[in-house]
């Protein structure tokens, strides 16, 4: 299981693109759905692609915790939810770089965007392929402030996480 | 009735045998010691009293009902808690920690603010309360791992080497809070220790563990002996030896004799020390460079000494020593 999971952390986006295509392709097994260059599309590669990430980090990230943080709550009195509550609270430095982490390839993801979205103006098109494009038509400046937008959202989502995680508390 | 109750009760780790206890049963109200040296099985027993794993073998009932069973260990876990040897703290305050079993169990605000005042107070921490519980000296963590156990109000506090890591003050301040503790209600308190002052002082049982099994010989120069009285300086008798203390006590008590106080020699020493008993030594054990020399004096001593010493002596089994004590060395119970 582990080993699957590590084998999908490294998976090249593209051929995970390519893999939505052929199950998303009007002969695919999933063509019926008609998703193939939808934005919805898109989402279904980018959680296929993120999710293996966030997995395996937030299992680290739970491993790592102190085994005796399971016995208190255990020995407090708590149930199974809340005793996975109070790991998953101890863990919550970790547990968030996993969806920095995830959510980093996601936002810098162009591959499997392109195959499945097919960069369709005004409907597929993300900040990744729009600048892909812009690059590719010599146009190099808007190519630059696309970028720089996508470093700013980049930036935001960061930093409204380590907000969300509580100050003073290192 | 008697509040955890043991029966046949085995533990293996990785195909060993760490615990092997027929019987056991703690009544309510009652303070038992578990003592012996580390590796005993003293944290795996406290551990299966508190529902935390399964044994391999037998059963714990608690007030008289067998526990088995997830289920029934998860109700269990509600009326015994287990304060760890190195207890930890969750991320936040004083405050929150000592709310989180009070929490689990359904309480809702103002009755878990209540509580968690009073357990607070039960240990003289009222001032910690809105502290970061990460920022807390070695003796505070374990007194607030204690006001956090005590909040639940189980019916059987389990404590593992609960004086191993707290200094001196933090200690009397949490063995003074369970004696109170008992004086309102029956709290049944079991606790290991390696440290055999403390579980005299504080415990009304003692259970003596040795690799897993209970010991039948209690550990390091301990002796039920009855007092004279009379006079400060008393001459007891233990088996046919006549040993010298200082104490104004008077009836039953308990002498112990820290093995490391016992002076060794091949001929009786002029010195201060009153107790000269002349033996055999029986056993000898290693342990880094430390010599355990049990000697049969018509009573078993045991001493420490250094690997060096017991080099320089000569010393074997079946060889004749002389074993020396302090008067004041003999602790009274």
């Known amino acids: ?170 | 009735m008697a509040t955890l109750e043991v029966a046949g009760l085995r533990q293996i780790y990785g195909g060993r045998t760490v615990l092997s206890l027929e019987t056991l049963a703690v009544e309510p109200g009652a303070r038992l010691a578990l003592v012996g040296p580390n590796g005993a099985g003293k944290s795996t027993l406290l551990r299966l009293l508190a529902f935390l794993e399964s044994p391999a073998a037998g059963t714990i009932s608690l007030e008289g009902h067998p526990v088995a069973g997830g289920a029934a260990r998860r109700a269990a876990r509600r009326r015994v808690t287990l304060v760890e040897q190195r207890p930890y703290l969750f991320r936040g305050t004083v405050a929150g920690n000592v709310a989180f079993g009070l929490r689990a169990a359904g309480l809702r605000d103002p009755a878990v603010e209540q509580r968690v005042r009073a357990a607070l107070e039960k240990l003289q921490l009222q001032a910690l309360a809105l502290r970061d519980a990460r920022q807390l000296s070695e003796g505070e963590i374990q007194r607030v791992a204690v006001a956090r156990a005590l909040a639940t109000e189980p019916v059987a506090l389990l404590l593992d080497e609960p004086a191993s890591s707290a200094d001196r003050a933090a200690q009397q301040a949490m063995f003074s809070a369970l004696a109170e503790e008992q004086s309102r209600r029956p709290l049944t308190v079991v606790f290991a220790s390696h440290m055999l002052e403390d579980a005299y002082r504080w415990a009304d049982r003692l259970l003596a563990l040795h690799q897993g099994l209970p010991s039948p010989v209690t550990p390091e120069n301990l002796f039920r002996v009855d007092l004279p009285g009379g006079a400060t300086m008393q001459r007891v008798a233990v088996g046919p030896l006549r040993i010298d203390v200082v104490s104004d006590r008077m009836g039953p008590a308990t002498l112990a004799i820290a093995p490391d106080e016992i002076v060794l020699s091949a001929a009786p020493l002029q010195s201060s020390a009153r107790n000269v008993f002349r033996g055999r030594i029986v056993r000898l054990a290693e342990h880094g460079a430390e010599m355990r020399v049990t000697i049969d004096a018509g009573i078993e001593l045991v001493a420490i000494i250094t690997r060096r010493s017991f080099d320089e002596m000569g010393l074997a089994v079946g060889g004749e020593v002389y074993a020396s004590f302090k008067s004041v060395a003999v602790k009274v119970f």
Not at chain 1, 61 to 82: E, K
Request: aromatic residues 4%.
């Open chain 1, 1 to 170: 299981m582990l080993v699957l999971l590590n084998t999908a952390l490294a998976f090249p986006t593209v051929v995970i693109g390519l893999i939505i295509y052929g199950l998303l392709a009007r002969r695919g097994p999933l063509g019926a759905l008609g998703l193939l260059f939808t934005w919805q599309a898109i989402v279904v590669a980018e959680v296929i692609l993120a999710l293996p990430i966030a997995t395996a980090l937030s299992a680290a990230a739970v491993q790592a915790v102190d085994p005796r943080v399971r016995r208190t709550a255990l020995t407090l009195g708590a149930g199974t939810l809340r005793t996975a509550w109070a790991v998953a609270r101890e863990a919550r430095f970790t547990l968030a770089a996993a969806v920095v982490v995830a959510f980093g390839r996601v936002l810098s993801e162009v591959g499997a965007a392109l195959i499945v979205g097919g960069n369709i103006r005004h409907e597929t098109r993300t900040l990744t392929t729009a600048i892909t494009l812009a690059t590719s038509q010599g146009n190099f400046s808007l190519a630059v402030g696309l970028g720089l937008v996508l470093l700013a959202l980049a930036l935001t989502v960061n930093v409204l996480i380590q907000l969300l995680q509580g100050r003073g508390d290192a």
